[in-house]
């Protein structure tokens, strides 16, 4: 077996040049006593890859999974954060502020503000919010309702909106 | 057997070529030359690793700091966001900032420049700030430029209509009799910042101040240490970044919670994205839509077959005149505007077409029911 490692060595790539200049019993003293090593190193880099790759791939899906979250706000502090995914159930969101009262519907899909007490209605105008990034803002009632990024902002088809 | 010693002598190369020479420098030569086997072998251990390495990379990849602040200031909600060293610091300075301009620009607060400029007459008139001034020397100069289709004056008959409060048509002799106040040639630049108006005149500077308070924004921002600014100012947009480029979609009027294209900013290129339309700001009566955007001449909403017209431009403040210009004229009428004052836009019309200037060609990507019309 050593002998025909060595031969095949020289056979492939050094060509003509081992036997006369060293015999070749000293050949595969020194040169393959590293093979029960080499198996360990592939199989520990392979193992490595392998769980680095799946950690990646599970913390990827957990974000995933996270989804889209919607943040509500008045006067610049946080009612409500919700995972979007919680709401299977369309379910009504009612605020009141000083000038009067709004409702928002929240469902696993897509957010809207379904009523509102302001003259204007422009936070009913902007429709649907579905994708992160979306956002209704009202102003006379001082609240913003955002849908915000998961975590995966590679994922956002478009960095801002112009409107 | 043979491919684990390849395996070995390449993960390992370094090392056995320096023990090894000592030896026998035959013995390190199979190692610097591939042959099939060993290229395979080399290739494979090569895939691997860089594999580790893409899996090390991703994750324990360096987080750069993000800062996003939504404020409700300006009559709209004002977004800030950007990445880098120092954009924590950038944020907060440009969020007092704004505070700051809320102060100038609101013809809302009694205090601010522009209230103080209505309350002026020609023997008291008044010193404004140079941001102020600049602002309204630009708007007055648009006003003449496009004889009076914008008009900073306008305001008396928005509040007419009762946008921000109760929305509602008025009578056409209640509309008669405010467009006697509206008329941008009743405002007077006179050296020194000082301006003045003729009485009854009211100045609301509205969406041009943004542009301006924008590109004071951005300079801030970027004073400190950062790689990537967006400003959201109610919709116009701001944008910068240092390497990569940027996508900035732009809402499609008929419905906006979809886009209907996305123009593609090129990195280390600050642009202002400033889109104007009346599919926001509109109220219905009698089953007829009424939008917020009123032509001086008849004091009621512009007649228009543009959906929205967006101007892409470096100067916010032209930006912001020039959309809501563009929107008034129709898309006939703002395609020859738009070439002869050489202005980047996109006009959505009602048919689905988007009118593309064409130096935009190739920054601009259509969405789901609308084509491109290039012009100019």
């Known amino acids: 077996m050593r002998r025909k490692d060595g031969q095949s060595n020289t056979s492939a790539s050094a060509g003509a040049r081992g036997g006369k200049t060293r015999p070749d019993r000293d050949l595969p003293a020194r040169r393959f006593r590293f093979l029960p090593g080499d198996a360990v190193v592939i199989g520990a880099v392979a193992v490595v890859c392998v769980i680095l790759l799946l950690v990646t791939w599970i913390y990827g899906k957990s974000v995933e999974n996270r989804g889209r979250v919607v ?90 909106v112009a409107k | ?222 004073g400190y240490s950062v790689t990537k600014v967006i400003l959201d100012l109610g919709g116009n947009v701001c944008a910068w970044s240092k390497s990569g480029t940027l996508n900035i979609g732009i809402v499609s009027p008929s419905e906006p919670s979809d886009l209907c294209c996305i123009y593609t900013l090129s990195k280390d290129r600050e642009m202002s994205v400033i889109t104007s339309g009346a599919y926001e700001r509109y109220f219905e009566e009698a089953g007829v839509r009424y939008g917020h955007i009123m032509d001086p001449e008849t004091g009621r909403p512009v007649k228009t077959d543009i959906l929205s017209a967006t101007v892409i431009g470096q100067d916010g403040t032209v930006g912001d005149i020039l959309s809501t210009v563009l929107f008034a004229y129709g898309s006939e009428r703002a395609r020859d505007f738009a070439i002869a004052e050489g202005i980047d836009c996109i006009l959505c019309v009602d048919n689905g077409t988007l009118w593309v200037s064409s130096s935009l060609k190739g920054k601009v990507d259509a969405q789901k029911g609308w084509t491109i019309e290039y012009f100019g």
């Open chain 1, 71 to 160: 943040r509500i706000t008045q006067d610049g502090n946080v009612i409500l954060e919700r995972n979007m995914a919680d709401f299977s159930e369309p379910t009504e969101y009612r605020i009141t502020s000083d000038s009067g009262e709004m409702v928002i519907l929240l469902s696993s899909d897509k957010v809207y503000v379904k009523d509102s007490s302001c003259p204007d209605k422009i936070c009913m105008h902007v429709g649907e919010l579905k994708k992160s990034g979306d956002g209704a803002v009202c102003l006379p009632n001082r609240v913003v309702v955002q849908i915000v990024s998961s975590g995966t902002e590679e994922d956002q088809e478009v960095d801002v």
């Open chain 2, 1 to 222: 057997m043979n491919w684990k010693k390849n395996w070995m002598m390449t993960m390992t190369s370094v090392t056995w070529t320096r023990k090894r020479h000592s030896h026998n420098e035959l013995l390190v030569k199979p190692v610097l030359s591939i042959s099939h086997r060993r290229g395979r072998a080399f290739a494979v251990s090569c895939i691997l690793a860089f594999t580790m390495l893409c899996g090390l990379v991703s994750g324990c990849r360096p987080k750069t700091e993000k800062e996003t602040r939504t404020i409700l200031a300006l009559d709209t909600y004002v977004t800030i966001t950007a990445e880098g060293r120092d954009a924590i610091k950038a944020v907060a300075d440009a969020s007092s900032y704004i505070m700051e301009m809320e102060e100038k620009f609101s013809r809302k607060k009694k205090e601010s420049e522009i209230s103080k400029l209505n309350a002026s007459s020609e023997s008291a008139p008044v010193e404004l700030s140079p941001e102020t001034y600049a602002v309204l020397e630009t708007a007055i100069l648009y006003s003449e430029k496009t004889q009076g289709l914008f008009d900073p004056t306008i305001a008396p008959v928005m509040d007419l209509w009762g946008f921000g409060t109760d929305p509602h048509v008025p009578e056409g002799k209640e509309i008669e009799k405010t467009l006697e106040q509206v008329d941008y040639r009743k405002v007077h630049l006179i050296s020194g910042n000082r301006a003045y108006v003729d009485e009854g005149t009211q100045v609301d500077l509205g969406g041009a101040a943004k542009g301006a308070i924008a590109a004071e924004l951005m300079k801030r921002v970027r």
